[in-house]
Nanobody
Framework: QVQLVESGGGLVQAGGSLRLSCVAS????????MGWYRQAPGKQRDLVAS???????IYADSVKGRFTISRDNAKKTVYLQMNSLNDEDTAVYYC????????WGQGTQVTVSS
């Protein structure tokens, strides 16, 4: 059974940085596409960034040039480096693993104060 555990969220001032981590348990990590999504209060959950099993990346327009997704298959971990944060980045950030099935983490809160 796959479980995803996110960490690294918190409160940061505008212009600051955070790095989120998502550790997977179970099998299939290296063959899976990993993604970070976020959901602000009253809004839908949207893709922030994803990375395929061969390292291809996709970013939402709103985070291009500021966020970087990466993965370490040996550690079964995906990262999201977030720089130049602004208040529009405030949300709960979720990790998603997808291959044949999809799995979600419990989310980690990121709050950016202006």
């Amino acid at each position: 059974q796959v479980q995803l555990v996110e960490s690294g969220g918190g409160l940061v001032q505008a212009g600051g940085s955070l790095r989120l981590s998502c550790v997977a348990s179970g099998s299939g990590f290296s063959l899976s596409t990993m993604g970070w999504y976020r959901q602000a209060p009253g809004k839908q959950r949207d893709l922030v960034a994803s990375i395929s099993n061969d390292g291809g990346t996709i970013y939402a327009d709103s985070v291009k040039g500021r966020f970087t997704i990466s993965r370490d298959n040996a550690k079964k971990t995906v990262y999201l480096q977030m720089n130049s944060l602004n208040d529009e980045d405030t949300a709960v950030y979720y990790c998603r693993m997808s291959r044949i099935k999809e799995y979600w983490g419990q989310g980690t809160q990121v709050t950016v104060s202006s």
